[in-house]
C-alpha cells in the first residue's frame, strides 16, 4: 500500500509548473494537451501555431519537450474576463491560477499557501463532494472500481456521521499518493467527454437517473465542476480540469521523488 508521506526536507514538493510537466507521463501530458486544445478543435484564445504545435509533439509522444508551452497555456487561460478571451499581455502565475480554481471549487485555501498545499486542497474537496449523499453500497463501488485499499466499515462511520471531510482525509492517507491520482485521472475524461458530448440538458438527466457512467462520484463531481465553469466563461473549461489533473501529477511526482530517495539511500546502507 503506497501511503508513504514525503518530507518537504526531502524533496521539492513545490517545483515550478514547466519542471513538474517535464517528468509528467504521456499520457498526463496528453491528458493536458486535449483539455488546452479543445481536443484538437482549438480555442478562440490559443494561437494556431501553438495548437499546431502542441498536436504535433501529442503525435510524436514527445509533449515533455514543450513543457514550458504547455504552462504557459495554462496559466494564459489563468482568468474567467472578458479580456482574457483575447490574451492579457501578461499570463497569471500558476500558484495563481490553482489559487482562483481552489476558491471556485469551494476549497478552504490560505492566500500564503503553497502550491501543493492549493492543491492537495483542490483534491480533498473533490474527495469530499463525492462522498457526500452516496450509499455505503456505492462507497463499495467506489472502493472496487478504484482499487482502493481503505478500511471501509471506517469510511461509512465517519460518513454516517457527517464527518464527510474527515473520510476524504482518510482515503487520501490510507490509499497514497498514488492510487488517490490514478482516481482522480481516471474519472476526469469520462466526465469531460461525456459533458462534451451530451451538452447540459443530457448531463442533467444522466446525474437525476444516476446513469452508470456517473455511478463513479468522482466523474459526477468533476463532471459538475466542468459543467458549471463551461456555461460562465471559457478560461475555466481550460483552468478547472487542468489544474485537477496538475494537482494528481504532482502528488504522484513527490511520491515518487520520495521513493527514489528511499532507494538512493538504501543503496548507501
Same mark, same amino acid.
Given at each position: 500500500?503506497?501511503?508513504?508521506?514525503?518530507?518537504?526536507?526531502?524533496?521539492?514538493?513545490?517545483?515550478?509548473?514547466?519542471?513538474?510537466?517535464?517528468?509528467? $507521463? @504521456?499520457?498526463?501530458? /496528453?491528458?493536458?494537451?486535449?483539455?488546452?486544445?479543445?481536443?484538437? #478543435?482549438?480555442?478562440? !484564445? +490559443? &494561437?494556431?501555431?501553438?495548437?499546431?504545435?502542441?498536436?504535433?509533439?501529442?503525435?510524436?509522444?514527445?509533449?515533455?519537450?514543450?513543457?514550458?508551452?504547455? $504552462? @504557459?497555456?495554462?496559466? /494564459?487561460?489563468?482568468?474567467?474576463?472578458?479580456?482574457?478571451?483575447? #490574451?492579457?499581455?501578461? !499570463? +497569471? &502565475?500558476?500558484?495563481?491560477?490553482?489559487?482562483?480554481?481552489?476558491?471556485?471549487?469551494?476549497?478552504?485555501?490560505?492566500?500564503?499557501?503553497?502550491?501543493?498545499?492549493?492543491?492537495?486542497?483542490?483534491?480533498?474537496?473533490?474527495?469530499?463532494?463525492?462522498?457526500?449523499?452516496?450509499?455505503?453500497?456505492?462507497?463499495?463501488?467506489?472502493?472496487?472500481?478504484?482499487?482502493?485499499?481503505?478500511?471501509?466499515?471506517?469510511?461509512?462511520?465517519?460518513?454516517?456521521?457527517?464527518?464527510?471531510?474527515?473520510?476524504?482525509?482518510?482515503?487520501?492517507?490510507?490509499?497514497?499518493?498514488?492510487?488517490?491520482?490514478?482516481?482522480?485521472?481516471?474519472?476526469?475524461?469520462?466526465?469531460?467527454?461525456?459533458?462534451?458530448?451530451?451538452?447540459?440538458?443530457?448531463?442533467?438527466?444522466?446525474?437525476?437517473?444516476?446513469?452508470?457512467?456517473?455511478?463513479?462520484?468522482?466523474?459526477?463531481?468533476?463532471?459538475?465542476?466542468?459543467?458549471?465553469?463551461?456555461?460562465?466563461?471559457?478560461?475555466?473549461?481550460?483552468?478547472?480540469?487542468?489544474?485537477?489533473?496538475?494537482?494528481?501529477?504532482?502528488?504522484?511526482?513527490?511520491?515518487?521523488?520520495?521513493?527514489?530517495?528511499?532507494?538512493?539511500?538504501?543503496?548507501?546502507?
Amino acid at each position: 500500500m503506497d501511503t508513504t508521506i514525503a518530507s518537504p526536507l526531502l524533496i521539492d514538493q513545490n517545483l515550478p509548473l514547466d519542471k513538474l510537466l517535464r517528468s509528467a $507521463s @504521456a499520457a498526463d501530458l /496528453a491528458a493536458l494537451a486535449d483539455i488546452i486544445t479543445d481536443t484538437g #478543435r482549438g480555442r478562440v !484564445s +490559443l &494561437a494556431d501555431a501553438t495548437k499546431k504545435i502542441i498536436l504535433q509533439k501529442k503525435r510524436q509522444n514527445s509533449l515533455y519537450t514543450i513543457a514550458p508551452v504547455l $504552462s @504557459a497555456e495554462i496559466c /494564459a487561460f489563468g482568468g474567467n474576463t472578458v479580456m482574457n478571451v483575447f #490574451r492579457q499581455k501578461k !499570463s +497569471l &502565475a500558476y500558484s495563481v491560477v490553482a489559487l482562483d480554481v481552489a476558491k471556485r471549487l469551494g476549497a478552504k485555501v490560505g492566500k500564503a499557501a503553497e502550491i501543493v498545499e492549493i492543491e492537495r486542497e483542490i483534491i480533498k474537496k473533490i474527495l469530499t463532494n463525492s462522498l457526500k449523499n452516496i450509499k455505503e453500497d456505492e462507497v463499495g463501488a467506489l472502493l472496487d472500481i478504484n482499487k482502493l485499499n481503505v478500511d471501509r466499515e471506517q469510511v461509512n462511520r465517519l460518513l454516517r456521521q457527517g464527518k464527510t471531510e474527515d473520510a476524504a482525509s482518510l482515503l487520501i492517507h490510507s490509499c497514497g499518493p498514488y492510487a488517490v491520482s490514478r482516481m482522480l485521472n481516471a474519472s476526469q475524461p469520462t466526465a469531460l467527454n461525456m459533458v462534451v458530448k451530451a451538452g447540459l440538458p443530457v448531463f442533467g438527466k444522466a446525474i437525476a437517473s444516476r446513469a452508470p457512467v456517473l455511478l463513479n462520484p468522482v466523474t459526477a463531481v468533476i463532471s459538475t465542476a466542468w459543467m458549471t465553469y463551461e456555461l460562465s466563461g471559457p478560461a475555466y473549461r481550460v483552468t478547472v480540469p487542468a489544474v485537477i489533473r496538475v494537482a494528481s501529477i504532482r502528488l504522484a511526482n513527490i511520491q515518487l521523488q520520495t521513493d527514489q530517495f528511499r532507494s538512493e539511500l538504501t543503496k548507501c546502507l
